[in-house]
């Protein structure tokens, strides 16, 4: 017995679970449902939804102007997102004051319009976001996927009573699987999956392949040749083995660096601190500077009002270049096609953490919460993200790891020890039970009992 097309819901609260949902959408010919939004949110639900929605944008943003306040933002955003240590002697399973917290929003009202949807639709709910799969299970929906977006998860990421949940998990990590083991989620219930990557990015197209693509990136971060000289052979034997040309500095050009902001334009204050230590290199053709300023009209404003206080103006549209949208659809499409020429990545550790499986090298600025505490140290761990350092001295820094060949180990550690093929495991998971609604589904891969504490 077949189901009918799944429903792709996600939530507008930042970029991170709709970033997760498109590539997800695109795979299993759907669209995105955003759940928080009319005509599939109720007028209830959006007054709800928008109240943690504006929190979470608050919590999000830095506010220097404030003081002291702002350190006690910053903490309440932590509380928010606490994540305990995982081999903690405590029970992981009772439920936090956040878990309580979304039960009692549902008793009032919240996923109505949700619930409603799928019942008519009989259709498999596929979420990247907790809520709409914890809605989905109470109100007794059979075939529930749940994405997990960050390297390590909160105990709001499961139900009250974790251990009788329908919901299917999909880990992004090795992490995820045993968090959710701790919070009582049947072992049967979890696959180990990878993070959801653009098909754009992960597959072939007509003109290159993603070796080529890493090839020609380690050429251009590794301009002395410094990395190739200690590794040279097993780069070529992988790269070569995979169809890509062998990496020869032909003509190399100029370095790609993507800076993203967040959701809530968090960080965007950066930008202006270190554009003028970059200056000499961009003016020099050393470097192009793509930033990303996502949906909002006010963080495209302060970027390029900081290229003009750096005296970059001339540079705009050529050297410098600003990516965004009208919608997060428009801007998620145009943020991916400037990945495929990105060979530096430029962010906090959100779920672009993930990314850096594409073959980029990845700074990291200040984390925002637990949650992305926990993606940074997950990046470490893979030998793949580097700390930013002082901003006013951006162009010593960046240099240093250009001519030493850190940036092109980092691009090349990400490539080959983080997942990159998580889109095509959780769409192939997801049409095996839309092939067997009624039975116990196969799991994916996962890791062994004893590993977990």
Known sequence: MKSNPPVVAS?????????????????????????????????????????VRRMHELLSKPMPMLGPLDRHAR??????????????????????????????????GLGLGLVEHLRHRQAPLVTTFYAPAIIADRAGIEQIY???TDADCNRVWAPLDATRTRIQYLAPSPRVVRRLRSFGVPERNISLTGFPLPPLLTQSSDTSTPEQRLAERIVRLDPRGVFRSLHGPEVSLLLQGNGARESRPKGTGPVYLMFAVGGAGAQADLVEQFLPSLRPMILGGQ???????????????????????SGLEQALERDITIIDGVDFKSYYEAFNRALLRTDVLWTKPSELSFYPALGFACILSRPLGSHERYNRRWLREHGVGLKQQRLDHAQGWIEEWLEDGTLAAAAWSGFVRLPKHGTEQIAERVRAGMERP???????????????Q
Request: net charge positive; with cysteine.
């Open 75 to 108: 903490g309440l955003m932590d509380a928010l997102t606490m994540i305990p240590p995982l081999h903690e002697r405590r029970d992981h399973r009772s439920p936090t004051w956040s878990v309580r917290l979304l039960e009692r929003m549902i008793r009032h």
């Open 146 to 148: 749940c994405v997990v």
């Open 438 to 452: 009624h039975q116990d589904e196969p799991s994916l891969p996962t890791l062994p009992r004893k590993q977990v």
């Open 11 to 51: 939530v507008t609260m930042g970029y991170g679970h709709l970033r997760a949902a498109y590539p997800l959408a695109e795979q299993l010919g759907v669209e995105v449902v955003a759940v928080d939004e009319p005509p599939l949110a109720l007028p209830k639900e959006v007054a709800l939804w928008g109240w």
């Open 287 to 309: 470097l192009r500077l793509q930033l990303s300023a996502g949906t909002r009209p006010e963080v495209r404003s302060r970027f390029v009002a900081a290229v003009t206080r």
